[in-house]
Structures are given as C-alpha cells and as structure tokens.
C-alpha cells in the first residue's frame, strides 16, 4: 500500500514537472510558418498613414534663396513653439482645435491631415508672403508606449515616424519569457478622438508587411503574461530547481517510510 503511494507520488510530481516547467517551443518562437486563420492585409500605405492629432508637435523649417526672408520666417513669434538648439528649426504645438500658430501668418488648421498634407497647408498659408520657398515638416513627438511582460516598460521615443512591431518590443529590450506572443493588443488613437484595438500574433511570419505590422506615434502596447505567469511561476523558475526538490521530497518519503 505504500508502495503505491510513493509511485502515485511519483508521477503526480513527473506530471507537474512537465507541466508547469515547460512552456512549449510554439509559444517562445517569433515569425513561424503556420496555418494562419487571420486574413491579413498588405499595408500599402505606410509613411503617409499617421494622421496628425492635438498635442502633437510639429518641427518646421521655412528655406528660400534669401536668408533674411528665411530667418524672418523662421523667427519665435508664435505663442506655442519653442527654438531647437541643434538648428534652425521651430516645433510647434497643435491645439485642441488642431491649429497651428505660424509666426506672422497666424493660424493655420491641420484637422485630417498627415505630414505631407499639413505641409501643403503651410505652404498655402505661406503663398501670400513668399513666391518661392521650401518647407521641411517633420513630426516632433514620435513616441509609443508599452507595458508588460517586456523587459523595458514605458514610453520610448521613435528614430522615424512609424516602426515595425519587432523594432517596438527590441526597443522595450525584447519579452519576457512570459509574453503572450499570439496576443500582443496594440491600442491606436483614431482622428475623431475614439481607439482602435488591434491584436497581433507576432509567432506568424505572415504579419511581416501587413497592416498590422507597423507602430504609430502615440501607440499604446500591452504585452499580457502568459498562464504560467498566472500560476505563480517565477522567470528564474527552472527544471533544475524543481528536480531539487523532487529528490528532496522523494528522500524524505523514503526515509519516513522506513
């Protein structure tokens, strides 16, 4: 009798070992080959996509061939934008009514517009002042935020206007071993004030190129953990650990048996 209580001793432990020990190799691998039931689409639109919302910054640089004129333009007359110390170009806030204040050409509305249109309305509110003049619009604010089992929670700042999902966790320091890959939600600000939910599997390959492959400014990331998080397995939980105490367990059976 109680030698069948140690076996059935054993392999309860065997099992739970196996159980909880182990998270399979599906659940750590990025960019697999699989059966995908999402219908993804390729994003044919990448650069242009991001529409300008309130409280984004916007850096502009008004060039032509006389520099007076150009330094005349860009000069800190406007209430909301503030001088770069690396050169000479001016960051401008937008408001809650998605306004511009432009030094002597006053306001100037960007409501729907991505940076190549909002550079358009600049010019256009320029056309009375200049004949002839280049104009750099670029956006100031590019940033995302994501929190989770990544090793680098938080807002990190963007090197362009809109990275890949990939170039999003390497800059958070990757995942921990309990993200769930195949539920990464990505909460996107929409222009008419509301948010789009988009959740991504980033174990399948075919995500590479599709819509729901790159990251906005002002995107949120949550990464959730995964069900061996949730039972109260550490990250420096390993098989090692609990064969210890497997054979301490099993040593103190045999020894109460005798």
């Known amino acids: 009798m109680k030698n069948l209580k ?3 001793l054993w392999l309860l432990l065997l099992v739970l070992l196996f159980g909880v020990s182990c998270i399979p190799q599906k659940e750590l691998l990025y960019l697999q080959d699989k059966e995908s039931v999402v219908n993804y689409e390729k994003a044919e639109v990448i650069t242009g996509k991001y529409i300008l919302q309130p409280n984004d910054y916007l850096f502009i640089q008004v060039s032509t061939f006389d520099p007076k004129i150009s330094e005349f333009f860009n000069s800190t007359q406007g209430g909301n934008q503030t001088q770069s110390s690396q050169s000479n170009m001016f960051m401008y806030m ?12 006053g306001k ?3 409501k729907g517009c991505n940076l190549e249109c909002a550079r358009l309305n600049i010019m256009e509110g320029l056309k009375p002042f200049l004949k002839d003049a280049n104009l750099i619009v670029r956006l100031g604010s590019n940033a995302f935020t994501i929190l989770g089992e990544v090793r680098g929670p938080g807002q990190h700042k963007m090197s362009k206007d809109q990275i890949t999902i990939f170039e999003a966790i390497g800059i958070a320091g990757d995942l921990t071993a309990f993200g769930k890959k195949k539920d990464v939600k990505i909460v996107r600000p929409q222009p008419d004030g509301t948010y789009k939910t988009i959740v991504v599997d980033i174990t399948d390959s075919k995500i590479v190129g599709s819509d729901k492959y790159f ?3 002002n995107d949120f990331i949550y990464v959730r953990p995964i069900r061996a998080k949730q039972l109260g ?4 939980f390993s098989l090692g650990v609990f064969s210890s105490l497997l054979a301490l367990t099993l040593t103190v059976l045999t020894l109460t048996r005798r």
Request: aromatic share 12%.
């Open 6 to 8: 140690v076996n059935s």
């Open 94 to 105: 937008i408001d809650d009514q998605m306004n511009i204040d432009f030094p002597y050409v």
């Open 108 to 110: 100037i509305n960007l």
């Open 215 to 217: 990251i906005y400014p």
């Open 233 to 236: 397995i550490g990250e420096s």
